[in-house]
C-alpha cells in the first residue's frame, strides 16, 4: 500500500562529495618511457534533511474502501503524533472512522526512512441493505430492508519506510 503525502514546507538538502584520485605509472620497455595517468573520481550523496513539522497525507489504495486523510505534527526530532479520519465509499454504507497515532522514527529524521506506528481506530458504520424473499403463498416478491450497525476497534503497529520526492512522500506500508 503506497501512502502520498504533501508537506507544507521547502526542501533543504545536504550534499557530501567524495573525491578520490588514482595514480597509474607504465612502463614501456620497448620505448623505455614512463608514463604517469592520475584519475580523479568524485561522487555526490544529496539527503533532504528538511526540518518538518506537519505532515498531512491521504493512503490512495485505501481509497477503493475508505475515503481518508490523515495530519502528523512533530513533538520531537524523531517521533511524531497523528490524527486520521476516514469514510466509507460504498453506498450501504455510512458512518467515520478515527486513528490516533505516533509515529517513532528510530533516525532522527523526523518524517523520512524507517518508522513504526502504534496506534487505535475507531470507528462507527452503519449498513443499510434491501433483499428480496419470495413468498410462494402470496405468488409475490417481498422487499425486506436490513441495518447493521458496526463499531470496530483496533489496536495495533504498522512499521514502513517513507521517503521523500520533491513536495510529495511516498509510504509503501
Known amino acids: 500500500m503506497f501512502l502520498c503525502n504533501k508537506i507544507l514546507a521547502q526542501n533543504e538538502v545536504e550534499t557530501n562529495e567524495k573525491k578520490t584520485t588514482e595514480e597509474i605509472v607504465k612502463y614501456d620497455s620497448t620505448t623505455g618511457k614512463t608514463t604517469k595517468t592520475i584519475i580523479t573520481k568524485s561522487s555526490t550523496v544529496v539527503e533532504d534533511v528538511t526540518p518538518r513539522k506537519f505532515l498531512f497525507s491521504i493512503d490512495v489504495p485505501a481509497f477503493i474502501r475508505m475515503y481518508n486523510v490523515t495530519g502528523l505534527y512533530s513533538i520531537s526530532g524523531n517521533t511524531s503524533v497523528g490524527l486520521g479520519l476516514q469514510l466509507p465509499t460504498e453506498s450501504e454504507y455510512s458512518g467515520i472512522g478515527f486513528q490516533l497515532f505516533s509515529r517513532?522514527?528510530?533516525k532522527t529524521n523526523n518524517f523520512n526512512g524507517f518508522y513504526f506506528e502504534p496506534n487505535i481506530?475507531?470507528?462507527s458504520f452503519k449498513r443499510v441493505y434491501k433483499y428480496y424473499d419470495y413468498s410462494s403463498s402470496s405468488n409475490q416478491s417481498i422487499a425486506?430492508?436490513?441495518?447493521?450497525?458496526?463499531?470496530?476497534i483496533a489496536i495495533g503497529v504498522y512499521t514502513g519506510w517513507q521517503w521523500f520526492w520533491g513536495d510529495f512522500a511516498i509510504s509503501p506500508a
Open 144 to 152: 425486506i430492508e436490513r441495518t447493521e450497525k458496526m463499531n470496530p
Open 104 to 106: 517513532i522514527y528510530p
Open 121 to 123: 481506530t475507531v470507528n
